[in-house]
Nanobody, 124 residues
Framework: QVQLVESGGGLVQAGESLRLSCAAS????????MGWFRQAPGKEREFVAS????????YYTDSVKGRLTISRDNAKNTLYLQLNSLKPEDTAVYYC?????????????????WGQGTQVTVSS
């Protein structure tokens, strides 16, 4: 089992950057595939990015490719999401999640553990 706590959200202007962190408890962080999802008001939760257990493989939804970077530090039990060139449409609550599955990295149903979320607001 793993507990996740996000931090780093805030209010920024379009074009600026943020770095989100997700601290994981327990000694099994490296055994989970990790992902970031986001949910905007009135919309369903959507996949943003995922990273494999050792950090060798990353996946992104098309709308964030080239602007967002997912990474992890297994020694520190921490997941990161670097958000650059932010746009108003990136405004959402961002959640980190952990999955024991080896397939469908984009499917939130396959992620067993979730953080409480951190708000990112981008003004135009």
């Amino acid at each position: 089992q793993v507990q996740l706590v996000e931090s780093g959200g805030g209010l920024v202007q379009a074009g600026e950057s943020l770095r989100l962190s997700c601290a994981a408890s327990g000694r099994t962080f490296s055994t989970y595939r990790m992902g970031w999802f986001r949910q905007a008001p009135g919309k369903e939760r959507e996949f943003v990015a995922s990273i494999s257990r050792r950090g060798l493989n990353t996946y992104y939804t098309d709308s964030v490719k080239g602007r967002l970077t997912i990474s992890r530090d297994n020694a520190k039990n921490t997941l990161y999401l670097q958000l650059n060139s932010l746009k108003p449409e990136d405004t959402a609550v961002y959640y980190c999640a952990a999955s024991a599955s080896n397939s469908a990295y984009f499917d939130p149903q396959l992620y067993s553990y979730w953080g409480q979320g951190t708000q990112v607001t981008v003004s135009s």
